[in-house]
């Protein structure tokens, strides 16, 4: 979370304004430039410093298509969430030839992925970003291959999002998005992120984006998801502001079904 400092003028601003105004319409000039001086003395001729909170939403767009079904289900968000004061980013990765983790263990110095790639790039932009958003279409009951080896780098190379909510989101042309979506869903399960629900299962339906366009039930999840989501970014905020302690985080311990 970013804030700035932007001005806002009061109440007392307008009236001071409208005086203004008429006093220059009905006074002499000589008059009119001495309550102009008294009033800038005074401060109600300025702008109050008010704190605004920017938020930033990362979106994972694991569709090789860039403007395919996935998209518009993410663009849905995207308008709510713009429209809100939110910034936004959509990182489509489903059209890169990646590998998936190959437990080199190199990313345990560096917190960035020895192989390179998008996935450091979104490592980066997750740390000033506040809230993740991952998306799929679905590949044979799943997510695609390409988005399932981003994630598995992705979130075994960084391990210090925790707090920071999550939404998942899956298209499909007709079956196979339940299944999809809870692959999805255990990556920020297993990250202490906080997962964001709708008013429905986080998905879209649709052979192509204008198909995905008609789904109206589909995209009102979407925009109902993306309220929710800035919510929670919202009252964790506050909850920091207020001096609310986040959840300790304790050392994982490992083990297996031997010992």
């Given amino acids: 979370m970013r804030i700035s400092s932007f001005h806002f003028p009061p109440t007392p601003w307008h009236t001071s ?3 203004l105004c008429a006093a220059a ?13 008294a009033l800038a003395l005074r401060g109600d001729l300025c702008y109050p410093a ?58 345990r110095a ?24 991952l998306a799929s279409p679905v590949h044979y009951a799943g997510i695609s291959g390409a988005m399932s080896a981003f994630c598995d780098r992705l979130f075994y190379a960084s391990d210090g999002w925790a707090n920071k909510p999550c939404a998942c989101v899956v298209s499909a042309r007709r079956a196979g998005t339940t299944a999809a979506l809870d692959q999805l869903v255990k990556y920020p399960m297993i990250s202490n992120m906080p997962v964001v629900s709708s008013q429905y299962w986080p998905m879209v339906h ?19 998801l993306a309220r929710n989501l800035l919510w929670l970014v919202r009252c964790i905020d506050a909850g920091d502001a207020a001096g609310v302690a986040r959840p300790e985080t304790e050392v994982r311990t490992f083990t297996n079904f031997i010992r």
């Fill in 17 to 19: 304004l409208l005086f």
């Fill in 25 to 37: 319409v009905l006074l002499p000039r000589k008059a009119f430039w001495g309550i102009a001086c």
């Fill in 50 to 107: 008010r704190e605004v909170i920017f938020t930033k939403i990362l979106m994972i767009n694991g569709s090789p298509h860039p403007r395919g079904c996935t998209y518009t289900a993410l663009h849905e968000m995207e308008r709510v969430l713009r429209a809100a004061g939110a910034e936004v980013q959509i990182l489509t990765v489903g059209a890169e030839q990646m590998g998936g983790c190959v437990a080199c263990g190199g990313c």
């Fill in 110 to 133: 560096t917190g960035r992925c020895v192989r390179g790639g998008l996935v450091n790039d979104a490592i980066d932009a997750m740390e000033t970003a506040d809230a993740l958003v």
């Fill in 206 to 224: 649709g052979a192509c984006p204008e198909d995905a366009a008609q789904d109206a039930e589909g995209l009102q999840t979407m925009r109902q």
